[in-house]
């Protein structure tokens, strides 16, 4: 059996410009990354048509994986099979998961989001983006204490974290600031993993560059030594971290095995934030397609749950269908079987069951 690399490999991969054409789009709309990605500008006066919005979500999530991403891939490949006009709109990796038990984040088997690697690595860099502005706020934070502290900015309150994107365990908690008066103010620090940064969580609540540069204002960095809070406005420092974010908020197009057009687009994590693909992907996709498939992170009482309450409400839509995933494995581990025991076929106990 080939391995899911080695799929992807030997698929014969789409010009980007013929996806974009496939979805009406000239090219004067995409901004190519290479062969076979592109961003689609912002600018671009597409059709408001409103589509059909199908969201993907599953039972409890278990270390088996629930297969969210392949079954997302999969359904909208059988959209396009039946001639329906079918878009995806997904997360993107973040290379820690990438690198670490989780590992790629783009399908399997012939579901697969394609090209696999760049998509699971680099990508067109919006992750790297969002790092420069999470890591470039807290250097102007660091540097308003050092140049005299206007605000009074209390150090010991500093609650907005540096950020890598790429599990870095001795980097968790730190103290910045050691050496001599030009070095800063000694206090302590940390660093998340970008993709926990609520600069990716308000980049895929955005609607556009006036919205996201809106939503940076308002983030709180700390507290004052009155303990009173200190936002990004108060720093004025919200158009600097716009500007850094200005590409990153295009969303990216890319194409799956059997050329399903696919937007893959922003990556929150469900757990510390609504860990959805970007409102600005999701809307692209409803006016370029009859049918998009999207997918929350997480199982139904956690990523659909913030999917409804939360991005619903910025993308002015509803799903008209919910497709609950629900695998073998995943059941067999929620009946009390272990990871290893998981591929272990037994049919006595189906026939004990009936």
């Known amino acids: 059996m080939l391995s899911d690399i080695e799929i992807a490999q030997q698929t014969k991969l789409a010009p980007i410009e013929q996806i974009a054409q496939k979805l009406g789009l000239g090219q004067e709309a995409i901004e190519p990354y290479g062969k076979y990605k592109a961003k689609i500008s912002l600018t671009e006066n597409m059709q408001q048509n409103m589509g059909e919005l199908i969201l993907v979500t599953s039972i409890n999530p278990t270390p088996a994986g629930e297969g969210k991403t392949t079954v997302s891939i ?3 490949d059988g959209l396009n099979q039946i001639h329906k006009k079918a878009v995806l709109a997904l997360r993107e990796p973040s290379l820690g998961p990438v690198m670490g038990l989780k590992g790629g984040a783009t399908g399997g088997g012939y579901s697969q989001v ?27 934070i660091d540097n308003h204490i050092h140049q005299g502290n206007e605000l009074g900015i209390d150090p010991q309150q500093i609650i907005w974290k540096r950020t890598l994107d790429i599990n870095d365990r001795a980097l968790r908690h730190i103290v910045v ?3 001599n008066k030009a070095q800063g ?18 980049l895929c609540l955005a609607n556009d560059l006036s919205d996201l540069k809106e939503r940076l204002a308002k983030i709180v960095i700390g507290y004052t030594y009155q303990n009173k809070p200190v936002t990004v406005h108060d720093l004025q420092v919200e158009g600097a971290l716009t500007l850094l974010l200005k590409e990153a908020l295009k969303p990216n197009l890319v194409q799956t095995m059997e050329q399903t057009p696919a937007f893959i687009h922003g990556g929150p994590f469900a757990n510390i934030a609504h860990g959805c693909n970007s409102v600005v992907a999701t809307k692209t996709a409803l006016q370029l397609g009859d049918y998009v498939v999207t997918e929350a992170g997480f199982g139904a009482d956690l990523g659909a749950e913030k999917f409804l309450d939360l991005k619903v409400p910025s993308l002015d839509k509803s799903p008209n269908a919910i497709v609950m995933v629900a695998t073998v494995r995943a059941l067999k581990m929620h009946g009390g079987l272990t990871t290893e025991q998981l591929t272990k076929e037994d049919f006595p106990a189906l026939k004990k069951r009936l």
């Open 74 to 76: 999969g359904l909208a």
């Open 177 to 179: 600031g050691l050496g």
């Open 114 to 140: 394609l090209p696999m690697e760049d998509i699971n690595l680099h990508f067109t860099g919006d992750i790297h983006a969002i790092t420069a502005a999470n890591n470039a706020l807290s250097a102007l």
């Open 185 to 202: 103010v000694p206090h302590e620090e940390g660093f998340d993993i970008s993709v926990a940064s609520e600069i990716m969580a308000i």
